[in-house]
């Protein structure tokens, strides 16, 4: 069982920062790699950033430079540093957990989403 919790979201001016976070809770050991999605309302969920379980980074274009995903493995914890926030990233954030393992030759995952966490920013 995989529970995440997601919280540091909320309202803040174009050019602010803020510092998402997901604690994860999990009974369950495996090879695992986290991301955070974002979900602007009325609009697909996108891929924001993600931990690969070798530790290496990657980010959509619309974040690059500006965002910084980080994890805290003591506390068991995926931050997500954001700024230069602008309107554009007004968003449900979501953070993704998924536990890896082989089936037939392929990686696949199991996958587990926090309850989200708003992230507004206005002009």
């Known amino acids: 069982q995989v529970q995440l919790v997601e919280s540091g979201g909320g309202s803040v001016l174009a050019g602010g920062s803020l510092r998402l976070s997901c604690v994860v809770s999990?009974?369950?050991?495996?090879?695992?790699?986290m991301s955070w999605y974002r979900q602007p309302v009325g609009k697909e969920r996108e891929f924001v950033s993600r931990?690969?379980?070798?530790?290496?980074?990657s980010y959509a274009d619309s974040v690059k430079g500006r965002f910084t995903v980080s994890q805290d493995n003591a506390v068991n914890t995926l931050y997500l540093h954001m700024n230069s926030l602008q309107p554009d990233d007004t968003a449900m954030y979501y953070c993704q957990f998924r536990c890896l393992y082989y089936s037939g030759g392929s990686l696949v995952g199991d996958t587990y989403w926090g309850q989200g966490t708003q992230v507004t920013v206005s002009s």
């Open positions: 931990i690969d379980s070798d530790g290496s980074a």
């Open positions: 999990s009974d369950t050991y495996c090879t695992s790699d």
